[in-house]
């Protein structure tokens, strides 16, 4: 059974799995998150919950080689009707370790399921053209822009949530194409909802905003307490979840900005509560800010304002990457040694 590729080639294998049509060898390769998911389904549906699932799994990597695999997959399953064995880094087998193979695709033994993870396929060489004949070859593709709606769909209705006019098309656009961001994303807008209730354009964006804001705050948090570490990684997730650059760089610049007028402000000895007017924030945050503040010299923040009008110039200008040109100005806003 060949498996075309597209946007709703993870719902169709996943789908079938669901429904215990079950083949006897995969060959999953391409995105990660894919590939995890219909392992995790066929874990279940090959091995259940039984006490004895553990006897009937079997993980091997590529080095293993042809005769390793074959010496296992035809081994009879311990208290329990089916085995799977799983092979990790598949891509490692040379395609003549592959052609030894193509017997047991002829004949695969009826209480195995093999499954075979990859990176990489070279769907040219005669083990996939047999394959695709008898079992399932899928190379997961990353999800397009045009697609992404389409499968926030499918997924929704192979989860069972229901979802109005709209409300897929809300999460593309909050999201980008990373699955993973969108199934962890359509989990959260479903269970904000509540069990049953549909979910609607507007809940997309309050739930979705609320946590692209939430990664923004951790964010400017982290450089104005010259956390070097926790603004990386909050850096790294944020542009892997597809946040603009030119947003994150507004959004430091608009805090930085605060700290130098909050130092000011205190400096001619103003009150919290007219500083947190003349900033723009509830009162209860003005603290924090003060805080962060006296950790900048008037002279730090002045190269503060430098290094985010170079970064700017570069997100505009340079063949740099976003990440790389985001993560120099983090580091140049969090320096191993004091600011002061």
């Not at 549909?198 to 979705?208: A, K, M, W």
């Amino acid at each position: 059974m060949s498996r075309a590729t597209g946007a709703d080639q993870l719902t169709e294998i996943l789908e079938a799995i669901e429904e215990s049509r079950l083949s006897a060898v995969y060959y999953l390769c391409g995105e990660a998150y894919a590939v995890d998911r219909v392992a995790l389904a066929l874990r279940r549906a090959v091995l259940g919950e039984a006490a004895s699932a553990s006897f009937n799994l079997d993980v091997l990597e590529g080095e293993a080689g042809a005769s390793g695999i074959l010496a296992v997959a035809r081994t009879l399953p311990m208290f329990g009707e089916r085995r799977l064995v799983e092979v990790r880094e598949a891509h490692r087998l040379a395609a003549e370790e592959l052609s030894r193979l193509l017997p047991y695709l002829q004949e695969p033994s009826p209480s195995t399921v093999l499954l075979l993870r990859a990176e990489k396929a070279d769907l040219r060489l005669k083990f996939f053209t047999e394959l695709k004949k008898r079992g399932v070859v899928a190379r997961f593709e990353p999800l397009k822009d045009r697609q992404t709606a389409g499968w926030v769909a499918a997924e929704a209705r192979r989860t069972k949530v229901k979802l109005l006019p709209g409300a897929a098309e809300a999460v593309a656009e909050a999201v980008g194409t990373d699955m993973a961001q969108l199934a962890s994303s359509l989990e959260q807008v479903s269970l904000f909802a509540g069990p049953g209730q549909p979910v609607g354009p507007d809940q997309v964006e309050e739930v979705l905003a609320r946590t692209r804001q939430r990664s923004i705050f951790d964010l400017t948090n982290a450089v104005g307490r010259g956390q070097r570490g926790e603004a990386l990684l909050v850096l790294r997730r944020m542009l892997s979840d597809r946040e603009p650059g030119v947003r994150i760089l507004a959004m430091l610049a608009r805090h930085l900005r605060q700290l130098w007028q909050a130092r000011e402000l205190s400096g001619r000895g103003q009150p919290r509560d007219a500083i947190a007017s003349a900033l723009g924030i509830h009162p209860f945050f003005v603290g924090d800010i003060l805080d962060q503040a006296r950790r900048f010299s008037a002279e730090a923040l002045e190269r503060t304002h430098r290094a985010l009008f170079r970064a700017d110039l570069s997100l505009k200008s340079s063949r740099l990457s976003e990440g790389m040109i985001l993560e120099r100005l983090v580091l140049s806003l969090c320096p191993a040694e004091s600011l002061h």
